[in-house]
């Protein structure tokens, strides 16, 4: 492009030029609008040969503070994505090893608790303990207790009622119910008779059941004890008589307890 096709600007012959530049060094002449010294200092790049739109304006840039590096990735309402929602607390390693536990027992087979119930009595409260904390939290029945009737009802697991009935547990369940023989003490002596029990699918249901059922009207006392004193002791002597007719019931149950330490294995949880 030409000088001569820009406005403003004049044709000098070479004579004139050079005559021009013994005078003075060459100015390049600026468009009025682009005068204003004030107007200058806005461009970081000025040249008398661009329309004032093609020039580039340099504005002060504001420093960004990022709080939150995956607001980098917020998808865009435009396309019809959900806003990011808040995030929910991370799990610490206890809700993890609860998590997997509860699954666990879940798929548990009958033979498997069996084997540890023989082999390994830490490990047999070990794998029902996840349960037995979840049924302290929404039922109020003390996880040691729920760990110690577990071992007592089912002899180690030697001989789950219907396969998973580990606490004796009569009547109907979710999985129906079954016929076997049992010992009941009746009026100051031992009987056999038969009686049916509840059958589960799984372990973990077995443990639910297990804690509801202390909120059928019978063991009123004993719960509501525990909610203010948390004494699983006496949540024991609450129960005597009622969910067992063995007289010696509460006292098993306390020696499984602390046989085994049951209360730390519990208290070390830090769930309940």
């Given at each position: 492009?030409?000088?001569?096709?820009?406005?403003g600007?004049s044709?000098?012959?070479?004579?004139?030029l050079?005559?021009?530049?013994?005078?003075?060094?060459?100015?390049?002449?600026?468009r009025?609008?682009?005068?204003?010294?004030?107007?200058l200092?806005?461009?970081?790049?000025?040249?008398?040969?661009?329309?004032?739109d093609?020039?580039?304006?340099?504005?002060?840039?504001a420093?960004?503070?990022?709080s939150?590096?995956?607001?980098?990735?917020?998808?865009s309402?435009?396309?019809?994505?959900?806003?990011?929602?808040?995030?929910?607390?991370?799990?610490?390693?206890g809700d993890?090893?609860?998590?997997s536990g509860?699954?666990?027992?879940?798929?548990?087979?009958?033979?498997?608790?069996k084997?540890l119930g023989?082999?390994?009595?830490?490990a047999?409260?070990?794998?029902?303990?996840?349960?037995a904390?979840e049924s302290?939290?929404?039922?109020?029945?003390?996880?040691?207790?729920?760990?110690?009737?577990?071992?007592?009802?089912s002899?180690?697991a030697?001989?789950?009622?219907?396969?998973?009935?580990?606490?004796?547990?009569?009547g109907?369940g979710?999985?129906?119910?079954?016929?076997?023989?049992?010992?009941?003490?009746?009026?100051?002596?031992?009987?056999?008779?038969?009686?049916?029990?509840?059958?589960?699918?799984?372990?973990y249901?077995?443990t639910?059941?297990?804690?509801e059922?202390?909120?059928?009207?019978?063991?009123?006392?004993?719960v509501?004890?525990?909610?203010k004193?948390?004494?699983?002791?006496?949540?024991?002597?609450?129960?005597?008589?009622?969910?067992a007719t063995?007289?010696?019931?509460?006292?098993?149950?306390?020696?499984?307890?602390?046989?085994h330490?049951?209360t730390?294995?519990?208290?070390?949880t830090?769930?309940?």
């Amino acid at each position: 492009m030409s000088q001569a096709s820009l406005p403003g600007y004049s044709l000098l012959s070479p004579q004139q030029l050079l005559q021009a530049k013994q005078q003075a060094p060459l100015a390049v002449p600026v468009r009025p609008q682009l005068a204003d010294p004030a107007l200058l200092a806005r461009f970081s790049r000025i040249s008398a040969l661009l329309a004032p739109d093609q020039l580039t304006i340099q504005q002060p840039i504001a420093p960004v503070k990022l709080s939150n590096p995956l607001s980098l990735f917020k998808p865009s309402v435009s396309i019809g994505l959900r806003p990011p929602q808040a995030s929910s607390p991370a799990l610490g390693m206890g809700d993890l090893r609860h998590r997997s536990g509860i699954d666990s027992l879940k798929t548990m087979n009958p033979a498997t608790l069996k084997e540890l119930g023989q082999r390994d009595k830490e490990a047999f409260f070990a794998a029902l303990l996840p349960a037995a904390i979840e049924s302290e939290k929404e039922f109020g029945v003390p996880a040691e207790l729920t760990l110690a009737q577990a071992a007592l009802e089912s002899g180690w697991a030697r001989s789950p009622i219907g396969g998973y009935n580990i606490f004796g547990i009569k009547g109907s369940g979710p999985a129906g119910k079954t016929s076997v023989d049992t010992k009941e003490f009746l009026n100051g002596q031992w009987v056999q008779m038969k009686d049916g029990f509840a059958k589960y699918h799984n372990f973990y249901e077995a443990t639910k059941e297990h804690g509801e059922l202390f909120h059928n009207g019978y063991y009123d006392k004993a719960v509501n004890q525990f909610s203010k004193d948390r004494s699983t002791y006496a949540f024991i002597d609450n129960i005597q008589g009622i969910y067992a007719t063995d007289p010696k019931y509460s006292q098993k149950i306390k020696s499984i307890i602390e046989d085994h330490g049951l209360t730390e294995m519990v208290s070390r949880t830090g769930m309940v």
